[in-house]
């Protein structure tokens, strides 16, 4: 009893229902077409011609069922009264010709075997009520509709009445079970996604992934940076708080702008989180480079300048070409590459020592050399942890680049080589 009249059964039935009411507009127009071709006056109260006019009604479903919008109703339809896992089928409209054909396909049959369902519901349930109430009324035995001829009129078959109207009851029941049962199994072959739709899934989950994977680099860059320089910083000053104020003074300044700018840049990289289009802000949606910008002085600001005058730690920098002209995509890769070899140099170097940084821009392509003395062993790639220097080597691959890092007599060196037409793959 269950299968027939259970919850998933009835939401079944009621999804049947809708597609026999979706039906009917369709249902007419043939009833009208078949009254008009065959000149029948009669052709409402014809079975034969409600037959035709069912026939006639498929095509024109098939279609409606190629209208893109058609394909997420169903989904949804199916979803919610079918019982159908929502990982199993499509979302969105039917952009191609398969998926449009396999929607079409699940709309006319779902309005057929609708169309069926609703008809027998209909039908037979009135009758079989009247069946049932025929030992107990005179009126429906004598009735045209119920009444059961003379030569079944006897006293006994009357008596068994109840029992043909529940088996009359029962066939509606069996028919929905049944066309819900065949829908629910059909579902998934023709509102599941089709190959392009998987293909389209996995590039939107890649890009996902991709922005996660750049909003890590950028976190760890900016703000791995700023809390080494930050803990350089303080510990110096700890040191000295006694014998050299000044300095002490000096050291809290350079936390508070490396702080200030550090949480500027948290504040525009988690700004990329609220955005529906990834690509408001450009490649690094808004990321410092390699220029100083107007206005800005030696030491302020996001650019360069503003980075190596409070990085924490001397830096001997040579620039050969013009760095500040680079721009886009290449100038803010480069300007993140560089803040995370000063962290490495902060991190793995000796105290004190200057750390060199040579950024040369060539025809094609700007290098970037930076080094400095080893102090205890050098920094390595961990499973779980080390996201620097693969950062950067993500970085410049992402550019078309590519970086060389290890030791080099008793120092460290970082090289990273990026080319300057990387901006069309960048946006890519």
Known sequence: MTALFGRRA???????????????????V?????????????????ITGQFTAFTYALPMAAVTGLFPLVRPLSVAAARALCGIPAERLAEGPARTRQARVRAAGWYTLHLALGGVVSGMTLALTPFAVGVMGLPFSAALRDSALVGLPPALDRPWIVALTPLAGL???????????????LLARRAPVLLGPTPDDRLAAAERRAAALALRNRLARELHD???????????????????????????????????????????????????????????????????????????????????????ARCGVPVAYEALGEPGAVTGAVSGEAYRIVQEGLSNALRHGTGGAPVE????????????????PLSGRPPVLRPGGGRGLRGIAERAALLGGRTEAGPHGGTWRLTARLPLDAAGRAER
Do not use: K
Not at 10 to 28: C, D, E, K, S
Not at 357 to 372: C, K, P, Q
């Open 10 to 28: 009835r939401l079944r039935w009621l999804h049947l229902i809708i597609g026999g009411a979706l039906l009917m507009p369709y249902f007419l």
């Open 30 to 46: 043939g009833m009208v077409a078949v009254g008009a071709s065959g000149g029948d006056d009669g052709v409402f109260s014809s």
């Open 167 to 181: 088996a009359l009851l029962s066939a509606p029941a069996l028919s929905a079970a049944a066309a819900g049962e």
């Open 222 to 308: 900016s703000v791995g940076h700023a809390l080494s320089a930050v803990t350089l910083q303080a510990g110096a000053a700890r040191r000295v708080l006694a014998d050299d104020p000044e300095f002490v003074r000096e050291a809290l300044a350079a936390i508070e702008e490396t702080t200030r700018r550090t949480v500027g840049e948290l504040d525009s990289m988690l700004g990329l989180l609220r955005q529906d289009d990834e690509s408001a802000n450009g490649p690094e949606g808004g990321a410092p480079a390699l220029d100083q910008g107007p206005g800005q002085g030696p030491g302020q600001g996001p650019g360069l300048d503003g980075l190596l």
């Open 357 to 372: 940084l040579r950024i040369a821009v060539r025809e094609e392509d700007l290098e970037i050399t930076m080094e400095n």
